[in-house]
T-cell receptor, first 108, second 110 residues
Framework: KNEVEQSPQNLTAQEGEFITINCSYS?????LHWLQQHPGGGIVSLFMLSSGKKKHGRLIATINIQEKHSSLHITASHPRDSAVYICAVLNRDDKIIFGKGTRLHILP | NAGVTQTPKFQVLKTGQSMTLQCAQD?????MYWYRQDPGMGLRLIYY???????DKGEVPNGYNVSRLNKREFSLRLESAAPSQTSVYFCASSWGYEQYFGPGTRLTVT
C-alpha cells in the first residue's frame, strides 16, 4: 500500500462545478504539500499545510491531522484548472513522499 | 528571478551514451533535488543535496551520479544510459518545507 493515496485518479467535470480531490496518508508528517502540474509539464506549488485550512482565490486546502487526510477544493471550476494535482507529504525524517496525482479535466 | 532552470528540455540518447542534465536556481536555497516522473507513478527522488558539498541517495539512485557544483547548481549525470531511464526529470530546490520545481527534461533512451 502506498504511503500517500489520492482519489480519484481521474476526474472529469463541467465548468462551474465544485471539485474535491482527496489525499490520505499513513505516516506521521511535518507538512503536506499540494502541487499542480500543467499539461505542458511544469509543476507549481499551490499550498503547504501543517494544520487547518488555507485559501487562495478559488482554491481551498484543508487538512485533518488526526484522520491523516487532506482535501483540495476548487470552486467555480474552469477549463484552465485542467491539470494533474499532486499531494506530497513530508514525513518525520524530512523525506518527501508523493502521491500519484489526480488528473482533472474541466469541460467547457 | 528565473527560479529553477533546467537544460536541456528534451533529449534523445542511444543506449550506452552518457549525458549530464543541468539545473540551477537563483533563490539562494540550500537544498536541491533530482526526481524522475514515470507514467502511473508519483515523483521519485533520485538524489538530493542538503547543502553545497553534500549529496545523498534517494529512492532510485542506481545508474545516476550527481554533482553539487556550488550553491546554485546541481547536475545529474547518466554515465551509460539505458531504456529504463526514459523518463521526465525534474530538478527542485527548497527553502524550508516548500519545494520549487524546474520545467523538466524529457529524456528518451532508445
Amino acid at each position: 500500500k502506498n504511503e500517500v493515496e489520492q482519489s480519484p485518479q481521474n476526474l472529469t467535470a463541467q465548468e462551474g462545478e465544485f471539485i474535491t480531490i482527496n489525499c490520505s496518508y499513513s505516516v506521521g508528517i511535518s507538512a503536506l504539500h499540494w502541487l499542480q502540474q500543467h499539461p505542458g509539464g511544469g509543476i507549481v506549488s499551490l499550498f503547504m499545510l501543517s494544520s487547518g485550512k488555507k485559501k487562495h482565490g478559488r482554491l481551498i486546502a484543508t487538512i485533518n491531522i488526526q484522520e491523516k487526510h487532506s482535501s483540495l477544493h476548487i470552486t467555480a471550476s474552469h477549463p484552465r484548472d485542467s491539470a494533474v494535482y499532486i499531494c506530497a507529504v513530508l514525513n518525520r525524517d524530512d523525506k518527501i513522499i508523493f502521491g500519484k496525482g489526480t488528473r482533472l479535466h474541466i469541460l467547457p | 528571478n528565473a527560479g529553477v532552470t533546467q537544460t536541456p528540455k528534451f533529449q534523445v540518447l542511444k543506449t550506452g551514451q552518457s549525458m549530464t542534465l543541468q539545473c540551477a536556481q537563483d533563490m539562494n536555497h540550500n537544498s536541491m533535488y533530482w526526481y524522475r516522473q514515470d507514467p502511473g507513478m508519483g515523483l521519485r527522488l533520485i538524489y538530493y543535496s542538503a547543502s553545497e558539498g553534500t549529496t545523498d541517495k534517494g529512492e532510485v539512485p542506481n545508474g545516476y551520479n550527481v554533482s553539487r557544483l556550488n550553491k546554485r547548481e546541481f547536475s545529474l549525470r547518466l554515465e551509460s544510459a539505458a531504456p529504463s531511464q526514459t523518463s521526465v526529470y525534474f530538478c527542485a530546490s527548497s527553502w524550508g518545507y516548500e519545494q520549487y520545481f524546474g520545467p523538466g527534461t524529457r529524456l528518451t533512451v532508445t
